[in-house]
Antibody
Framework: EVQLVESGGGLVQPGGALRLSCAAS????????THWVRQGPGKGLEWVAR????????TYADSVKGRFTISRDNAKNTLYLQMNSLRAEDTGVYYC???????????WGQGTLVTVSS | DIQMTQSPPSLSASVGDRVTITCQAS??????LNWYQQKPGKAPKLLIY???TLETGVPSRFSGSGFGTHFTFTISSLQPEDFATYYC?????????FGQGTRLEIE
């Protein structure tokens, strides 16, 4: 079964850091582009970042550029999101999703909750 | 960035009703438009991609149409399990953007 499972969320103070993980099973993560998408409490969906399958340039939303880093460990078949200088507005559920040609986000992980608060 | 304007924000309907949601893109996105369903506490689920192609396993009561900047999503006969929030999303180029969502509630 093709599956993505996120972990690493939690409560962190403003200015702090957190690293999210997204473990893939049923497929090889490095053969697909993959994304992080987040959802604030009671809000809609916001795209965060993408990494290509070929290790090429990564791309970020303006709201997280310079603070977040998307990366991948091919040996562990795992995607990461390193989040630094966290702000209250970064609070929400973070999902990883596979970029499944043509032009689909499927599947999605179940999400991991990040809360930025003092 | 491409802005996606989705309407209505909420909709009340009954089992068996036909409902339609619209999504307007701020510029031409060809047919690079997806529709997702999200239930409370769950991840979004892909229903339709490329504006009108039904994802494998999705019931045929769901359909989509449109090209360029104007798109529609229809449920032909609402079932109890369809009450959820629906999002459109463009896949033209980065950043990917989503509509604000339509919350479909039981009347």
């Amino acid at each position: 079964e093709v599956q993505l499972v996120e972990s690493g969320g939690g409560l962190v103070q403003p200015g702090g850091a957190l690293r999210l993980s997204c473990a893939a099973s049923g497929f090889t993560l490095s053969t697909y582009w993959t994304h992080w998408v987040r959802q604030g409490p009671g809000k809609g969906l916001e795209w965060v970042a993408r990494i290509r399958n070929d290790g090429g340039p990564t791309t970020y939303a303006d709201s997280v550029k310079g603070r977040f880093t998307i990366s991948r460990d091919n040996a562990k078949n795992t995607l990461y999101l390193q989040m630094n200088s966290l702000r209250a507005e970064d609070t929400g559920v973070y999902y990883c999703a596979r970029d499944n040609p043509p032009r689909r986000l499927d599947p999605w992980g179940q999400g991991t909750l990040v809360t930025v608060s003092s | 960035d491409i802005q996606m304007t989705q309407s209505p924000p909420s909709l009340s309907a009954s089992v068996g009703d036909r409902v339609t949601i619209t999504c307007q893109a701020s510029q031409d996105i060809s047919n690079y438009l997806n529709w997702y369903q999200q239930k409370p506490g769950k991840a979004p689920k892909l229903l339709i991609y490329d504006a009108s192609t039904l994802e494998t396993g999705v019931p045929s009561r769901f359909s989509g149409s449109g090209f360029g900047t104007h798109f529609t999503f229809t449920i032909s006969s609402l079932q109890p399990e369809d009450f959820a929030t629906y999002y459109c999303q463009h896949f033209g180029y980065l950043p990917l953007t989503f509509g604000q969502g339509t919350r479909l509630e039981i009347e």
